[in-house]
């Protein structure tokens, strides 16, 4: 496999803490390359930050590294969403495209976790991996339907992959699956219809 030199590497980071005024505050706040951040107004006002994660560019393609940190402080909470699904398309040399998401939550800090979810186009090979570290009395709410595969049209297909891990701050968990640690509670919010024929 060969990486192509036209292949993108990108990190968005997003940390949120309490403002003092029982809001929630995001000093670091920083889209990148194809992963960029829109601050959004929600229901809940100042007390939850929300943000949508936008699509700059087609991406991921074949060769892509991108990556998504998210820290929410002790007391903060963030929503997190997106504009529209994320679709991973085939690129040149056969490398697979890499989208990384590390996820911590502080002591009794909420993150709600719900872009939509990752499309692997017919013949895209992409890997999807997600670490999410929970303190003690963090909730963290997540959409469980992150990877879908738009089609299949025949043996030339590449499978997408799905890798999780969750644990404990300092202490990774398992990487066979996501399951809720003892430190704090990780929710599934009810699942909605998977992408199918390039249609939700």
Not at 45 to 71: F, K, N, Q, S
Request: hydrophobic residues 40%.
């Amino acid at each position: 496999m060969t990486v192509p030199a036209s292949a993108v590497s990108a990190t968005a980071r997003i940390t949120a803490v309490p403002d003092g005024r029982g809001g929630t505050a995001l000093p670091l706040f920083a889209g990148d390359g194809p992963l960029a951040l829109r601050r959004v107004r929600g229901p809940a006002g100042p007390a939850v930050a929300e943000v949508a994660v936008v699509g700059a560019m087609a991406a991921p393609l074949g060769g892509d590294r991108l990556r998504i940190t998210v820290e929410v402080a002790e007391g903060a909470s963030l929503r997190v969403g997106s504009a529209a699904a994320t679709v991973s398309l085939p690129g040149r040399g056969g490398a697979p495209a890499h989208y990384d998401l590390e996820l911590r939550a502080g002591p009794g800090a909420q993150l709600d976790w719900r872009p939509e979810p990752l499309v692997a186009a017919a013949r895209s090979h992409l890997l999807l991996t997600t670490r999410v570290e929970l303190a003690a009395g963090a909730d963290h709410l997540a959409d469980d339907r992150p990877l879908r595969r738009l089609h299949r049209s025949g043996p030339a297909d590449r499978p997408g992959s799905r890798r999780s891990r969750l644990g404990r701050p300092g202490r990774p968990g398992p990487a066979s699956g996501l399951r809720p640690a003892a430190a704090g509670r990780l929710r599934f919010a009810a699942a909605r219809p998977a992408c199918r024929g390039g249609r939700g």
